[in-house]
């Protein structure tokens, strides 16, 4: 069987580099932001104060995923727009989902990385229009994805010349209602182990719940991985989505926190 | 909460009409052929026996959603063609699967029916794309989608004023892996007790072995499903995909006939 | 490796007989009652309506396990009493679970078969006792035990001596809520093809929904089930325990009628 | 509805005393010890080196629960006396399987905790024999059992007079196959935000794989468990079972280590 360009056989380990910013080296990095971009002002609010704690990049949902076709899609071109302004002002690079494989080039004015939701892992159009392209990809775990699915999933992005690629566990589908997902940290472990991806884990989905957010965002470093993805706003009650899991923005400063003290102990 | 156009509370169930033929209404509906195209020759060949037979309706990928970019991909064009020319020939009508928006239209011209994949079920813009096209599509459950979240999908193209939707259980992801998918037939008897739309069970994929297709075929049509899509092969262990699940054309016309027999006496 | 005792290479097709039924062989057979033994009136009403449209036998809970030890535990020894004199009393074989080793000597003077629940599948304590004596064992399927480990806890059974062993289908925990288990039929067709022991189908649990109850019955006997177990009450409404997945005596009668003509034209 | 006696609502924090040693209080404890008892030498052998580097308890299997009836059962009677034995000597006490409530008052007079093995979560013969005694029970958590399942097994336990349970983590069963179990830390988290039981991890099981251990054993502190228990062996390549997720002596020296640096930052 060839050996697949994701296993550490095939070569040393990636660092996928955004501007200033570089995952999978030595630093842990943190990425955060509100589930959906609501308005400029809220936008920039949130960010400023990210920025402020030291926070690496921002996020923000532009076209949203959702299970209802009558439930808010995002606010689409202009939530690009809100995104692009408010990371030039506070100099932090940016990551968004982009669903449709038409809309790929068009967001490239508008963020550094393009993120590939867990609905979207098996997209195979997407994925190889994401591997024509040279942008950095942050690639979610689907719902029920294997581990091998998910590296392969990568692969096809890998395959067609783009290694700028950075996987993120978000938790998978079963049995457990109590959580949202059950988070799989063993898939962190191994993909740090055997394969040469960066892995970042987002225990705001991977839960469903606020108040588990910051020991499973303890774990998940310990655990390996390269950073996190936490879902924050400065009034999480009115989030426009996600509100049950989305952290405060004192909750994340005392996970920065947090994870500084790790890494320095580990 | 809104009434979904899915719900019986909104009106008639559907029937869908394609060419001559109708799925959702009083007669079971056979679709058969095998997983890909592979040339002219063995798609005519096939197609030929089971139009004979009485099967209704002819498969076959051309676009194959396949979880490794190194494995046979499908014909892919050249496939539609073939699959468009032994349609007319035997006239029978067409089903295939398009991955990508941007293939839809053009797509057109070549297959009565347009598949979502399971690994697509969860792509809204495809999904909206089916939508705003009068096309019948057949809507496959996701690995791991929840029964209420398939028939949001559903809704997003009926939303979009298409009614021409039939659905199609093929198995969910579960700890099992005995067979390669959990054929959920609870899924069918929900269907056809609350939700307009028709269904139909794919055997092939909802076990992933040729021995229990005859069974579960059977057991399909007693749940109250619609009808089969069943892949078969005039030589199915030579099949360039799925060859494991893939039954031969004599064990089909069993199940042809066996259908007929079940479905006088339920 | 060793062949099975379970296994089709290591002899005929076993038939379980419990007085005058058989089960496993041409005739499918229906056991029904309610999932609590109440008291020896409602048991009496039950029992004689069973009896009269030719139920094959009765069951009824005296040992409840229960999630919450503050839920309803069964009558125990004096439900086992009131079974026994309404089998007696209609002329119908019992079935009944008992969750104890210490308590399955006692029991034989009262039951003509045992039921070994879900939770207690993996109790090889339990299941070495019933392997020691010559009693008949309804051996359901655990939550999440995979067909092998199912079949393994049959071969506790068989590897000291006791053939007398029915497997019961009832469902299986996957991500789905809309239903209370998963109905896994694709169990009851490997069954038939390569093992040796009667399996039969609890659509009561395997739905836990009681109008999916008729569909899925139908469905079992198709795949090839030797049975079915139902939960029926004349009262589904006010059963103590499992009323949402109990089902009528009326509707029962229906299911009954229905098996046969299935039966026939299979 | 009843708070429950596991609930924070219902008291202080819980912490069960085994002699000197105290789980859920300040201190992380480490238990470690072979899969299976397999002769005297072995284990003493093992004991005193895990001694030396500050295990805090002992643990190795006398009746093992096998899938197969066929497989070594364990050192059963002889077992426990070889445990008894080499805890005294070596000065650590002792925690074992006991899988049948009539061997439970034998078992006191050879072991300081009893454990109640995955597949007997739901035993509830089991659970209510140990409620009756004030013998110290490590509750492993079932297979496929939801977290609210799990606190209710531990419930029939405390409601019957012994508040000493330790909960155990130890992997649930979902589709994902390269590792034996998806360990769910996210249970750990909810148990210490909401419950007062004491709640420990094995990454053992809860990975299947050695080279896995490490990384989450460290996740699992960082998620707040109070311990962990790790199956190791003087010669792991050659453990009478278990013997692919078995890690060395020098593997699990380093983990001890590891733990007390991420203590002491956390």
């Given amino acids: 069987m060839k050996t697949l360009l994701v296993d550490k056989k095939s070569g040393d380990s990636i660092k996928v580099k955004i501007k200033d910013l570089i995952i999978g080296g ?11 971009v609501e308005n400029y002002e809220t936008m920039h609010n949130i960010a400023a104060q990210l ?6 990049m921002l996020r923000g949902g532009a076209f949203k995923p959702r299970t209802s076709p009558y439930d808010f899609q995002g606010l689409q071109h202009e939530g690009l727009k809100i995104l692009k302004n408010v990371g030039d002002e506070v100099n932090l690079p940016i990551v968004t989902e982009i669903m449709d494989p038409r809309e790929i080039e068009n967001s490239l004015d508008y963020t550094d990385m393009i993120q590939v939701g867990s609905r979207n ?8 229009e994401l591997g024509a392209m040279k942008v950095p990809v942050l690639l979610k ?3 029920s994805a294997t581990l091998s699915e998910w590296l392969m999933a990568a692969e096809y992005i890998l395959s067609m010349g783009n290694e700028n ?5 978000r938790g998978i589908r079963t049995f457990e209602s109590f959580t949202r997902n059950t988070l799989d940290l063993n898939s962190v472990a191994v993909i740090k182990q055997k394969y040469r991806l960066p892995v970042i884990v987002d225990p705001s989905h ?3 719940i606020r108040e588990l957010v910051p020991s499973m965002s303890m774990a998940s470093i310990a655990a390996g991985a390269d950073g ?4 924050s706003h400065i009034n999480p009650d009115n989030s426009l989505s996600d509100a049950r899991q989305t952290i405060s923005i004192e909750s994340l400063n005392k996970i920065v926190e947090g ?6 102990a580990l």
């Fill in 165 to 169: 690629v950075v996987l993120c566990e």
């Fill in 51 to 56: 920025k402020k704690m030291g926070v690496n």
């Fill in 259 to 264: 994870v500084k003290i790790l890494q320095s």
């Fill in 121 to 128: 892992m098996y997209n195979y159009s997407l994925l190889k």
């Fill in 26 to 36: 030595s630093e842990k990095i943190i990425i955060s932001g509100p589930c959906s």
């Fill in 228 to 231: 996190l993805i936490i879902e």
């Fill in 141 to 143: 775990r689907g719902m």
């Fill in 206 to 208: 991977g839960t469903g």
